[in-house]
């Protein structure tokens, strides 16, 4: 019965009920009271069942527009939309679902879903059913009934009943066709302009190419230029503007560091003339040009060696030592010259006079200054009788017994055991703790103290001494750390760090030391770690690749000490199987007040991270240093902000205090 219906039924029966009530006031009284009272609350009842038919019929008004308006979403949604049930079956389907599917919208529905599924998702469909419990975005491809399958984008979300039980899924289909067709196009497009790119690139890098070539060929003919006018056209040595230019340069360096030391000598031929005026001019420029060979043996690749004019010789000996070097010099110069010369097939006899004078002699102002004093010692050598040497300044002399003296208190001093190693922590900057130690050679000098390497080191490296001496330190170092760990196993001592000379790299048997070494003291070779200088790569070229890749077969971790202050090859550092870089200190110290050393920091990190290889920061001093160098992602530093090096007793009391920064 509608609700219009039901409310005229009850208004009738009203009706009725307030003609029962006059009828019965006609009856005695204390029936009728009864019966009056009865019908006015059957009248009450009626009113207020009438008000709520009233409010009934509001509701379902509403309840009809609302229904209304979601069957008009659901038919004009500009997606299709079904509804299934819970094991996927259509039940519902909108106008847009329908024509997707390419089914009519009345036989869409009681049709399984998977039916319109491209056969190559029907397995993943399945899948996803089987494990869809809430909201769930994809895309698959779906097959309408007539026509070829397109890529759409499925949304479903679960059904469920007031109680709360799942009814089935709502399913939201997108046809994305155009969209993946613009997604192809796009990259297509990119394909294309990479293409031009490269292209473009090709005939940048042609062009570049060409005016490097013309930068090249200026720069060659500059080079020529220049050489001519700083060169002598007989011998190709060095002219006198240019020598002077280059002593000049030393005398002002100098002036700038006090440390710096350098010579001049000066070398004048004996009886040139006579072999000149007997063998005709052409032949003595020829014994010129022999000399001039001979001398460029003897001398470094920075040291200057010049031809004056006649028979006059000049070599200046940059960042020296001592007088010793000077002399060392002038003595193989000698050997070199008392070797014969065969000039158009006759042998040649020649000596030398030669005269050195040092910078530190007299506090020089002028490049001629120098060069009068070298040629006055000169002289003397040649009054004093010819194939020699002199020093302008005697006193020198002193010097080079000392250094004498000196060599000879380094022999002793392996003799005697006198040196010792000390231990510098080295930290993971990643967890703040002890990772190991570099040993250090100390010389416990009996009359000097305790000496540092830069003391000793030098001139043991000159004498071949640093090969019985480095032995003993790498053996002492291992043993003391295979010490640690037996002592210390709690404590995980991962690394021993040990520096390795360029002497001591080029020894043949150096594999077989270093594994003798670790047999004899029972360190595991992948505790050990060898510290090598640029030059030691440089230096010895193929040779040393080989003996690195042995030495990491063992199992032995190699790195490159003071990073960027030699002259490594950059394009060569990735064929070497190096595990750490050093990065010296002169970079680290610098830090807070220089943004560029930081710079510099932060692309030798980058560098080295790129060649997988891990970085440790020398000298760190400062709290400030530690946080920058943390910043950079270096794994490791070493310093006097950790801890000085220290004797192995003061070095194990720092294993068992185990501090963390």
Not at 108 to 119: D, E, M, T
Not at 160 to 180: A, M, P, V
Request: charged residues 25%; contains cysteine; glycine residues 6%.
């Amino acid at each position: 019965m509608k609700v219009d219906g039901f409310s005229q039924q009850i208004e009738k029966l009203r009706s009725q009920v307030q003609g029962l009530l006059q009828c019965n006031r006609t009856k005695p009284n204390s029936q009728q009271e009864i019966i009056t009272e009865a019908f006015e609350e059957l009248n009450t009842a009626m009113e207020e069942l009438l008000t709520a038919s009233e409010e009934l019929e509001v509701t379902r008004a509403a309840v009809e527009k609302e229904r209304q308006h979601y069957q008009d979403l659901f038919e004009f949604a500009p997606y299709g939309y079904l509804v299934t049930n819970t094991i996927g079956t259509i039940q519902e389907a909108n106008h847009v679902a329908a024509s997707l599917l390419g089914v009519q919208q009345k036989y869409l529905v009681g049709k399984p879903l998977i039916l319109f599924i491209a056969q190559q998702d029907r397995q993943c469909f399945s899948s996803q059913m089987q494990n869809l419990q809430e909201l769930l975005n994809w895309e698959i491809n779906l097959q309408p009934r007539r026509g070829r399958p397109f890529p759409a984008s499925v949304k479903a979300s679960v059904v469920y009943d007031l109680e709360g039980k799942q009814l089935g899924w709502r399913w939201l289909l997108c046809n994305i066709s155009e969209r993946k067709q613009a997604e192809e196009m796009l990259h297509r497009t990119y394909r294309e302009l990479e293409i031009r790119v490269a292209e473009r690139t090709a005939e940048l890098v042609k062009a570049n190419q060409k005016l490097l070539n013309e930068i090249t060929e200026r720069k060659r003919v500059e080079s020529q230029l220049l050489h001519l006018a700083f060169h002598d056209a007989v011998t190709g040595l060095a002219n006198r503007p240019a020598f002077m230019k280059h002593l000049k340069h030393a005398i002002n360096y100098s002036k700038r560091h006090s440390d710096y030391l350098f010579a001049v000598l000066f070398i004048d031929l004996d009886r040139f003339k006579v072999i000149n005026d007997s063998l005709g001019h052409l032949n003595g420029d020829q014994l010129l040009l022999a000399i001039a060979s001979r001398l460029e043996i003897c001398v470094r690749s920075i040291d200057t060696a010049a031809r004056l004019g006649g028979d006059e010789f000049t070599i200046l000996l940059e960042g020296i030592h001592d007088v010793s070097d000077a002399i060392t010099v002038a003595e193989r110069i000698q050997q070199e010259l008392a070797l014969p010369f065969e000039l158009d097939g006759q042998e040649v006899f020649i000596t030398a006079s030669i005269g050195i004078a040092l910078s530190s002699t007299v506090d020089y102002e002028h490049p001629e200054e120098l060069l009068r004093d070298a040629d006055t010692a000169m002289y003397q050598a040649k009054v004093l009788g010819r194939a020699r040497y002199e020093l302008f300044n005697s006193d020198m002399y002193a010097n080079a017994v000392a250094r004498l003296q000196l060599e000879t208190d380094l022999r002793r001093a392996i003799e005697r055991l006198e040196f010792r190693v000390y231990y510098q922590p080295i930290i993971s900057l990643t967890s703040g703790s002890i990772l190991g130690f570099e040993a250090l050679l100390r010389w416990q000098h009996p009359e000097r103290g305790l000496l540092n390497p830069a003391d000793f080191i030098p001139l043991a490296e000159e004498t071949g001494l640093i090969l019985s001496i480095g032995r003993w330190g790498l053996h002492e170092a291992c043993r003391q750390m295979q010490a640690w760990r037996v002592c210390h196993r709690s404590n995980l001592l991962k690394k021993i760090s040990v520096n390795l000379s360029v002497k001591q790299f080029s020894q043949p048997d150096l594999i077989e030391q270093i594994g003798q070494i670790l047999h004899s003291t029972g360190l595991d070779a992948g505790t050990l770690a060898l510290e090598i200088t640029e030059s030691v790569i440089v230096e010895n070229g193929d040779k040393v690749t080989a003996a690195l890749l042995q030495l990491r077969e063992m199992g032995i971790e190699l790195s490159i000490d003071d990073f960027g202050t030699g002259y490594s090859s950059l394009g060569r550092l990735h064929n070497f199987p190096i595990s750490v870089l050093k990065i010296d200190r002169s970079f680290i110290s610098p830090m807070g007040t220089n943004s560029k050393n930081v710079e510099i920091i932060e692309i030798i990190v980058t560098l080295a991270h790129k060649l997988g290889v891990d970085v440790l920061a020398e000298g760190v001093e400062t709290k400030e240093q530690l946080v920058l160098l943390r910043k950079l992602n270096c794994e490791y530093g070493q310093g006097h902000f950790f801890s000085v090096p220290l004797n192995s007793s003061a070095a194990e009391t720092l294993i068992m205090q185990n501090p963390q920064w």
